[in-house]
């Protein structure tokens, strides 16, 4: 949440302790093993060693004055133009250093902004002018808060887990800055799409956590993704579903949280896609570019992780070269073989089949001729 007043947490990484595949304790950082430090900081940290401490800048905490709003249109027709019309309002009070998130479902767009060391009086001023601009909605639940500390929001937003844990797919794309700002049409035509249904369990959540900061950072010494260097919005599709959903059921959900993603694809500024991998779609087809940058960037990621785990000790799925990968192909290529192999068989079978009645015919020709010529021998002697 403080990323666009300060940058993202891989900017502000001055060294790590880990130890690497080998057993070995290293330190990492800039001067010491720096082309583990620039994969550590971005792409995919566990990847490559075991951290087991970091050394961050860090900043005094500031203020924060906070806003929390839920806002619901009586139609389809106006919730399209709530969402454009939210889309121009974050445009305009970004350059105040506000951030924050929001949730679009059903007919309700609901959120939180906050800004950092910002005035409580200009961030209520600004909704409360936005809510006479459109008296025909519903503003029931908007509340304002200011609190001395970060530490003290941060326990004030943070709810309790669910400690058993909950089962939900996430599909993720990073939308430019300039399509926001320029194309506030096109952005929310794509978002009214793309956004979830309360019935079902799914939602479209928006991040405001790029741009500021995380555009000018002037250390790049990392592997993030580039395109949160030129991002203004992370939007996340989620889909929720019970225990009991029948598998074919979770398998049109997970189908439905990739094509999700692809409604947003279209707010893309150049060809190559971009999310945050933390929180990405797991059966993304493109995943070695579209979570790392380019195929560039991950190939030097690879060469980096061959030269420091050469025998893929540390795995996950969609992390760079994992073995798993290459265990998924050779199970793939295994199941296409006994499908062939079963193929024959029924191919064979069918023939058995076939030619049971002549194999039959000629057996009990073959057992009559028998008798017949042992009866001729018989007598012969």
Not at 25 to 49: E, P
Not at 167 to 175: A, D, H, T
Not at 286 to 308: H, P, R
Not at 339 to 365: C, F, G, M, N, Y
Request: a negative charge.
């Amino acid at each position: 949440p403080l990323s666009r007043w300060k940058g993202l947490a891989a900017d502000q990484v001055l060294e790590y302790d880990v130890v690497t595949a080998d057993g070995q304790r290293q330190t990492v950082n800039v001067c010491n093993n720096g082309d583990l430090f620039w994969a550590l900081n971005g792409g995919g940290g566990g990847t490559y060693a075991i951290v087991l401490s970091v050394v961050l800048k860090t900043f005094p905490t500031p203020s924060v004055a906070v806003a929390t709003y839920e806002i619901t249109a009586p139609n389809t027709a106006r919730y399209r133009k709530l969402v454009e019309d939210c889309i121009r309002f974050v445009s305009t009070v970004i350059d105040a250093g506000w951030s924050g998130y929001f949730s679009m479902a059903d007919m309700v767009f609901r959120g939180i902004f906050h800004v950092p060391n910002g005035d409580l009086a200009a961030v209520t001023n600004a909704l409360r002018e936005f809510a006479a601009r459109n008296p025909d909605l519903d503003f029931g639940k908007t509340l304002f808060f200011s609190f001395s500390s970060f530490y003290d929001y941060f326990m004030f937003a943070l709810e309790p887990s669910n400690p058993t844990g909950f089962n939900v797919l996430l599909s993720s794309r990073l939308i430019p800055e300039t399509t926001v700002r320029n194309l506030p049409e096109k952005v929310a035509d794509a978002f009214f799409k793309a956004r979830g249904q309360s019935g079902n369990g799914s939602v479209l959540l928006g991040h405001i956590v790029a741009g500021g900061q995380v555009s000018h950072i002037s250390n790049t010494n990392n592997s993030v993704n580039p395109g949160w260097r030129t991002a203004l919005l992370h939007m996340v599709y989620s889909q929720g579903w019970l225990d009991t959903t029948p598998e074919d059921i979770q398998q049109f959900l997970a189908t439905e949280v990739t094509r999700r993603a692809t409604i947003l694809d279209e707010l893309s500024t150049n060809s190559q896609l971009s999310c945050y991998t933390n929180e990405a779609d797991p059966n993304e087809v493109n995943w070695q570019t579209n979570f790392f940058g380019s195929q560039a960037i991950y190939n030097q990621l690879k060469a980096i992780k061959d030269k420091y785990d050469p025998l893929g000790l540390f795995v996950c799925k969609n992390c760079v070269d994992s073995p798993i990968r290459h265990l998924i192909a050779d199970l793939e290529q295994t199941r296409e073989q006994l499908d062939d192999e079963q193929q024959a068989k029924s191919e064979l079978q069918k023939t058995i089949t076939k030619l049971t009645p002549e194999v039959q015919q000629w057996r009990a020709r073959f057992e009559s001729e028998g008798v017949a010529r042992s009866a001729e021998f018989k007598e012969a002697k």
